[in-house]
C-alpha cells in the first residue's frame, strides 16, 4: 500500500462544483547515500524505499549483484526523526564498484549524441543473452494483468507501475510509484534482492519506453520490455543493440514490435500490407 | 515540427503481423553550457533547443529575465559537426547569476523532506500575485485546444506538449517534447525571449502535475495550471503555498481544483455532495 493523502478539492463535474476529499498520491523527496555519502535525490512516492534504492544502484551500475550489499537503512534526520526520507546502503568493501564523486545519475549520458550515448552505456552492460520466448497472446495480456495489481491506481489516477512477469505470463513482481523510472528501480531493485531471475523475464511498463526504462533493463538483463504507450528512437536503438525486445503500445491485444521480434511467438510471421 | 525516426517495426493487430514503417519520436541528449560550462544533459526531442536551454535556466533560478541573456548558440562538436547536440548560453556579466560548481539541476529539492523542499523554494520564489480569472468552461476546454494544436502526437502517440493561454482562451505558445518536463521548459522558455506576461496566463500540461511542474510554473509566475491528470501531493502543496490554482484531471469539461479556486470562475460555489 503507497502512500496517499486525503485532501479536500474541489470536484467539477456537469458544470456543478462540489467538495470533495479525493486521495492524492504522495510526492516526497528520497536521498539515497552510499556508504554515507549522499549520491543524489530522487522525487519519489513512499514506500519499498529499499527496493527503489538498491534498484537504482544496479541499474545506474553501481553494483551488479546483490552480494556487494552490506547493509541498507533509514538515516534519521536529526532535526525531524519520524521522517524516512534518507536511505543509507554500505556496500562490501572487498566488490565496491562505488566512485566517490558521482554526484547523481541524472546524466548518465554523455551530452554529444545518442550514438555516443549508446556506446557508453555499451562500455559497461554487455548484451543480453536470453532464451525466453512469450506468446503474442499472453504479451497482449500484460496490461490487464498488471492493471489487476495495481493497487493504488484505481484510487489516486495517478500513479506509473512496472511488473516483472514470467513468460507464461505469471506475475513475480509489481511496484508503483508516481515516476516511471522509480517504478521501474523499485520492481528490479526488488528482483535483484530476491533473486529472481531477470534473465527469463518480462519488464511491463505502464508509461512510456524511454531510453533511460530500456537502459536500466539492460542494465538489469531483462531479455523483453513492453510498454503501453510509445518508445522512443533512442530507446529502440539501444534494445535493438543490446539484444532486447522492445514492444509498444500494448493495447487489447494489439502491439508493435520494435526490435528483435523473435522472442514474440506468432509475432514473426510476415503478410503484404 | 519535431523530429521524428521512420524505422520498420512490425505491427500486431487482430492476431495479423506485419512490416511497417512508422514513426518514432527521436530522443537525444543536449547538453546545456552557460558561459562554456557544463551544467547539464536533458534527453529531449531535438527542435526549439534554445527554447529549452533558455526555459531551463528560468525555471531553475539560474536566470531571471530575459536581459541576462547574451548569446544562444549550437556548440560544434568536434568530432561530428553536423550535431546539434550542445547548446551555450551567455550570461550578461552584471547581472550573472550562475554559481559555478552548480553541476546539475536534478536535485533541487534538499532531500529531508517535502515541508523543507518547499521551503527552500520559497526562499528563492515569489508567490504568485494575479488578478488572472478563466471561466470554468474555458478551462474545461484547453485539453482539446491544446490536443489540436499538437502536430506530432496524431504521427508518433507519444509525445507531451506545454500550452501557454491567455485565459479567454487562445493560445500564446505551445512546445512539445517526449519529456514533460521538457515541454514545460521549452514553452516557458519561448515566453521569456518572446516578452509574453506570464503572470496572466494559463500553462497546461498534456501529463501529471509533479512537484518539478508545478516548480517551474513557481519559478515562472504562472498563476494557473492546468493538467489532463494527476497532481502529486507536493506540487499540490507548492501550489497552495505559492498563489497557484492548480487544476487536474481536465476532461471532458471536468476538472479537479486543488488550490485557490478562487480565479475558476464559476467554479466556486459549493453544493453539498
Redesign the interface.
Same mark, same amino acid.
Given at each position: 500500500m503507497l502512500d496517499t493523502?486525503a485532501?479536500t478539492?474541489?470536484?467539477?463535474?456537469?458544470?456543478?462544483?462540489?467538495?470533495?476529499v479525493?486521495d492524492?498520491?504522495?510526492?516526497?523527496?528520497?536521498?539515497i547515500r552510499v556508504n554515507n555519502e549522499?549520491i543524489?535525490?530522487t522525487?519519489r512516492t513512499p514506500g519499498d524505499d529499499f527496493d527503489l534504492a538498491v534498484g537504482l544502484l544496479w541499474t545506474e551500475g553501481l553494483i551488479r549483484s546483490a552480494d556487494e550489499i552490506g547493509t541498507i537503512a533509514y538515516c534519521p534526520?536529526e532535526?525531524?526523526p519520524e521522517?524516512k526520507?534518507?536511505v543509507n546502503v554500505t556496500l562490501i568493501e572487498s566488490t565496491r564498484r562505488f566512485v566517490p564523486g558521482r554526484?547523481?545519475w &541524472?546524466?548518465s549520458?554523455?551530452?554529444?549524441?545518442?550514438k555516443a550515448?549508446i556506446e557508453s552505456i555499451r562500455a559497461s552492460v554487455l548484451p543480453v543473452r536470453s532464451e525466453a520466448r512469450i506468446e503474442?497472446q499472453v504479451a497482449?495480456d500484460l496490461p490487464r494483468r498488471m492493471r489487476e495489481r495495481q493497487t493504488n491506481f484505481q484510487r489516486?489516477?495517478?500513479?506509473h507501475a512496472a511488473g516483472l512477469f514470467e513468460t507464461s505470463g505469471g506475475l513475480l513482481l509489481i511496484r508503483e510509484d508516481?515516476?516511471r523510472h522509480n517504478a521501474v528501480d523499485k520492481t528490479l531493485g526488488a528482483a535483484l534482492k530476491a533473486a529472481v531471475p531477470a534473465v527469463d523475464a518480462v519488464l511491463m511498463v505502464s508509461g512510456?519506453l524511454? #531510453?533511460?526504462i530500456a537502459q536500466k533493463a539492460a542494465a538489469a538483463g531483462i531479455p523483453i520490455v513492453a510498454s503501453v504507450?510509445?518508445?522512443?528512437?533512442?530507446?529502440?536503438e539501444l534494445a535493438a543493440d543490446l539484444g532486447i525486445t522492445a514492444v509498444? #503500445?500494448v493495447r487489447d491485444?494489439?502491439?508493435?514490435?520494435?526490435s528483435h521480434?523473435e522472442r514474440?511467438l506468432?509475432?514473426?510471421?510476415?503478410?503484404? &500490407?
Amino acid at each position: 500500500m503507497l502512500d496517499t493523502q486525503a485532501r479536500t478539492i474541489l470536484r467539477v463535474h456537469d458544470g456543478i462544483s462540489q467538495e470533495v476529499v479525493d486521495d492524492i498520491v504522495v510526492e516526497e523527496p528520497l536521498e539515497i547515500r552510499v556508504n554515507n555519502e549522499s549520491i543524489g535525490v530522487t522525487m519519489r512516492t513512499p514506500g519499498d524505499d529499499f527496493d527503489l534504492a538498491v534498484g537504482l544502484l544496479w541499474t545506474e551500475g553501481l553494483i551488479r549483484s546483490a552480494d556487494e550489499i552490506g547493509t541498507i537503512a533509514y538515516c534519521p534526520d536529526e532535526e525531524q526523526p519520524e521522517l524516512k526520507n534518507i536511505v543509507n546502503v554500505t556496500l562490501i568493501e572487498s566488490t565496491r564498484r562505488f566512485v566517490p564523486g558521482r554526484k547523481t545519475w &541524472a546524466s548518465s549520458s554523455c551530452g554529444l549524441c545518442g550514438k555516443a550515448t549508446i556506446e557508453s552505456i555499451r562500455a559497461s552492460v554487455l548484451p543480453v543473452r536470453s532464451e525466453a520466448r512469450i506468446e503474442r497472446q499472453v504479451a497482449g495480456d500484460l496490461p490487464r494483468r498488471m492493471r489487476e495489481r495495481q493497487t493504488n491506481f484505481q484510487r489516486t489516477g495517478g500513479i506509473h507501475a512496472a511488473g516483472l512477469f514470467e513468460t507464461s505470463g505469471g506475475l513475480l513482481l509489481i511496484r508503483e510509484d508516481l515516476g516511471r523510472h522509480n517504478a521501474v528501480d523499485k520492481t528490479l531493485g526488488a528482483a535483484l534482492k530476491a533473486a529472481v531471475p531477470a534473465v527469463d523475464a518480462v519488464l511491463m511498463v505502464s508509461g512510456r519506453l524511454g #531510453f533511460e526504462i530500456a537502459q536500466k533493463a539492460a542494465a538489469a538483463g531483462i531479455p523483453i520490455v513492453a510498454s503501453v504507450s510509445a518508445p522512443s528512437s533512442l530507446a529502440v536503438e539501444l534494445a535493438a543493440d543490446l539484444g532486447i525486445t522492445a514492444v509498444g #503500445f500494448v493495447r487489447d491485444g494489439s502491439m508493435n514490435i520494435y526490435s528483435h521480434p523473435e522472442r514474440i511467438l506468432n509475432g514473426i510471421s510476415k503478410y503484404p &500490407a
